[in-house]
């Protein structure tokens, strides 16, 4: 036989033998989810469901195509799931701790469905057994771990003394007092017995965080911080609020000349595979003592609110409405109950409503209430905070107004007399001063010359108001309008 056909006949026989090696029949067992899959090179198939396991849970059940794997993304595994090998499908359907296996399934690609599932053992202490890893494993890594992986190794290659196990407690405390009673806490908050500066801790480690505890003279204490159970984070800052100083200490340091108060608090960080680091964290408050605030409320709770109710009731009628506390996720430290309360002139409560609840996280409760409408009167709404402390705080008010109806009536005949004289102004005023704008000095003084004008304003060349009596309204005028 000649030569080249020999060699034809040769290569058509390699081919084939290679298509039925290609093409026979293959199971992989996918442990860490709790199924297997079989593969003849035309489909993916499941075949065991292991009850209980990922895979279960999830509702994969044996017979169902696998279509295509989303993730995770690995570089070996970017073609047609169908061509992939043994070794190659079976690394291809291991879930990462951050990244669930997501599977396309179903018989066609128009009747598909995703199906995700997640790895249920706990997460391993080292991410990379033998690090750093050789290049032939690194290729078996997701795109995700690859990063992390290239990560570390940078890390590990410039580390610095600064990358050391490290704290440091970021806080910024002033508290004002004015005649001996605590106005306003910036950069915290306080209750009715306890001033709670707001602090941050930043914790860093080299490696994994573990958890940092802190012990001190405040209340709440001793206190453990950690990150999320399945974090490989090497650090994070924990902000929190402590009741470090009673209002009382406050008032009688300032009524003593001091201008901080201080303490120190004692922190132990943990790091995997690094000795505990044991750190002194001082923290401090300044005093501003009879001091004035810019604001005089800003000391206050801003918290109560009126929902879509009137602020004026008549006497006889029902006065039903709803009454919010809004805000609550700002308040420092945390509010456990709210009780709304009528207050009089001074604050002091006359009256309480409900008392509600605050779940934690909650930015706002609600209540409906009824208000007494036999006599006329200023009602006065406000909100009583209390915290985990038992102590309580009063917050701002909204006034509800409860009139006679001759006072209604009263103030309706006086708004048509007012609406009558704003009338007779503007005809004399039309007449008199046909051009207003030109000289606004001559127009104000013409309108607080009339018996019918209450007030009257003038701003240079570019605007006048004025204001009838019995009105209500004030007309303001810009001259610049064309």
Same mark, same amino acid.
């Given at each position: 036989?000649?030569?080249?056909?020999? #060699?034809?006949?040769?290569?058509?026989?390699?081919?084939?033998?290679?298509?039925?090696?290609?093409?026979?029949?293959?199971?992989?067992?996918?442990?860490?989810?709790?199924?297997? =899959?079989?593969?003849?090179?035309?489909?993916?198939?499941?075949?065991?469901?292991?009850?209980?396991?990922?895979?279960?849970?999830?509702? #994969?059940?044996?017979?169902?195509? +696998? #279509?295509?794997?989303?993730?995770? &993304?690995?570089?070996?595994?970017?073609?047609?799931?169908?061509?992939? @090998?043994?070794?190659?499908?079976?690394?291809?359907?291991?879930?990462?701790?951050?990244?669930?296996?997501?599977?396309?399934?179903?018989?066609?690609?128009?009747? /598909?469905?995703? +199906? /995700?599932?997640?790895?249920?053992?706990? $997460?391993? !202490?080292?991410?990379?057994?033998?690090?750093?890893?050789?290049?032939?494993?690194?290729? $078996?890594?997701?795109?995700?771990?690859?990063?992390?992986?290239?990560?570390?190794?940078?890390?590990?290659?410039?580390?610095?003394?600064?990358?050391?196990?490290?704290?440091?407690?970021?806080?910024?405390?002033?508290?004002?007092?004015?005649?001996?009673?605590?106005?306003?806490?910036?950069?915290?908050?306080?209750?009715?017995?306890?001033?709670?500066?707001?602090?941050?801790?930043?914790?860093?480690?080299?490696?994994?965080?573990?958890?940092? =505890?802190?012990?001190?003279?405040?209340?709440?204490?001793?206190?453990?911080?950690?990150?999320?159970?399945?974090?490989?984070?090497?650090?994070?800052?924990?902000?929190?609020?402590?009741?470090?100083?009673?209002?009382?200490? #406050?008032?009688?340091?300032?009524?003593? @000349?001091?201008?901080?108060?201080?303490?120190?608090?004692?922190?132990?960080?943990?790091?995997?595979?690094?000795?505990?680091?044991?750190?002194?964290?001082?923290?401090?408050?300044?005093?501003?003592?009879?001091?004035?605030?810019?604001?005089?409320?800003?000391?206050?709770? $801003?918290? +109560?609110?009126?929902? @879509?109710?009137?602020? &004026? %009731?008549?006497?006889?009628?029902?006065?039903?409405?709803? *009454?919010?506390?809004?805000?609550?996720?700002?308040? =420092?430290?945390?509010?456990?109950?709210?009780?709304?309360? &009528?207050?009089?002139?001074?604050?002091?409560?006359?009256?309480?409503?409900?008392?509600?609840?605050?779940?934690?996280?909650?930015?706002?409760?609600?209540?409906?209430?009824?208000?007494?409408?036999?006599?006329?009167?200023?009602?006065?709404?406000?909100?009583?905070?209390?915290?985990? !402390?038992?102590?309580?705080?009063?917050?701002?008010?909204?006034?509800?107004?409860?009139?006679?109806?001759?006072? *209604?009536?009263?103030? $309706?005949?006086? %708004?048509?007399?007012?609406?009558?004289?704003?009338?007779?102004?503007?005809?004399?005023?039309?007449?008199? +001063?046909?051009?207003?704008?030109?000289?606004?000095?001559?127009?104000?003084?013409?309108?607080?010359?009339?018996?019918? *004008?209450?007030?009257?304003?003038?701003?240079?060349?570019?605007? %006048?108001?004025?204001?009838?009596?019995?009105? @209500?309204?004030?007309?303001?005028?810009?001259?610049?309008?064309?």
């Amino acid at each position: 036989m000649p030569a080249a056909p020999l #060699l034809l006949s040769a290569a058509t026989s390699l081919f084939a033998t290679t298509w039925l090696l290609a093409a026979a029949p293959f199971s992989v067992a996918v442990e860490p989810s709790g199924f297997t =899959v079989q593969s003849d090179g035309k489909a993916v198939t499941i075949t065991q469901v292991v009850p209980g396991r990922p895979a279960d849970q999830a509702k #994969l059940t044996p017979g169902m195509r +696998i #279509l295509r794997i989303e993730s995770p &993304e690995r570089m070996f595994a970017r073609g047609p799931i169908e061509q992939l @090998g043994q070794t190659d499908l079976h690394d291809a359907l291991i879930a990462t701790w951050d990244e669930p296996l997501l599977l396309f399934v179903g018989n066609t690609r128009e009747d /598909g469905r995703y +199906i /995700g599932l997640k790895r249920d053992e706990p $997460r391993p !202490d080292e991410e990379f057994p033998g690090f750093p890893l050789p290049p032939e494993k690194r290729a $078996r890594l997701s795109l995700l771990q690859q990063q992390r992986h290239e990560a570390r190794r940078l890390r590990e290659l410039h580390r610095t003394p600064r990358e050391k196990p490290g704290l440091e407690l970021r806080h910024q405390s002033e508290a004002w007092v004015k005649g001996g009673q605590l106005r306003s806490v910036d950069g915290g908050g306080f209750t009715g017995l306890w001033i709670h500066p707001e602090l941050t801790l930043d914790a860093r480690c080299p490696d994994r965080l573990e958890k940092v =505890v802190l012990n001190g003279p405040g209340k709440g204490l001793p206190r453990t911080f950690q990150p999320a159970t399945d974090s490989a984070s090497t650090g994070q800052d924990f902000t929190f609020d402590l009741p470090l100083w009673s209002v009382r200490d #406050l008032t009688r340091a300032c009524a003593s @000349g001091k201008s901080s108060l201080a303490v120190t608090l004692r922190a132990e960080l943990s790091c995997k595979d690094e000795p505990v680091l044991q750190q002194s964290l001082p923290v401090k408050l300044s005093l501003k003592c009879e001091q004035t605030l810019q604001d005089e409320d800003s000391g206050g709770l $801003r918290l +109560i609110g009126l929902r @879509g109710a009137p602020e &004026e %009731y008549v006497t006889g009628t029902k006065a039903s409405l709803t *009454v919010e506390a809004s805000g609550l996720d700002s308040v =420092v430290p945390p509010v456990t109950s709210v009780t709304f309360v &009528e207050v009089d002139a001074r604050g002091k409560v006359k009256k309480r409503f409900a008392t509600v609840p605050v779940p934690a996280g909650a930015t706002e409760v609600t209540t409906e209430l009824t208000l007494d409408t036999s006599t006329a009167r200023t009602v006065r709404l406000s909100v009583e905070a209390r915290f985990g !402390d038992g102590s309580t705080r009063g917050s701002d008010t909204r006034e509800v107004t409860i009139v006679t109806p001759a006072f *209604v009536e009263a103030r $309706r005949k006086g %708004y048509e007399e007012g609406s009558r004289r704003w009338q007779a102004l503007d005809q004399r005023f039309t007449q008199e +001063i046909p051009t207003p704008c030109a000289d606004i000095a001559t127009t104000v003084a013409w309108l607080r010359a009339q018996p019918e *004008v209450e007030s009257a304003h003038g701003t240079g060349h570019h605007n %006048y108001d004025y204001r009838v009596k019995g009105s @209500g309204i004030t007309n303001l005028v810009n001259c610049h309008n064309p």
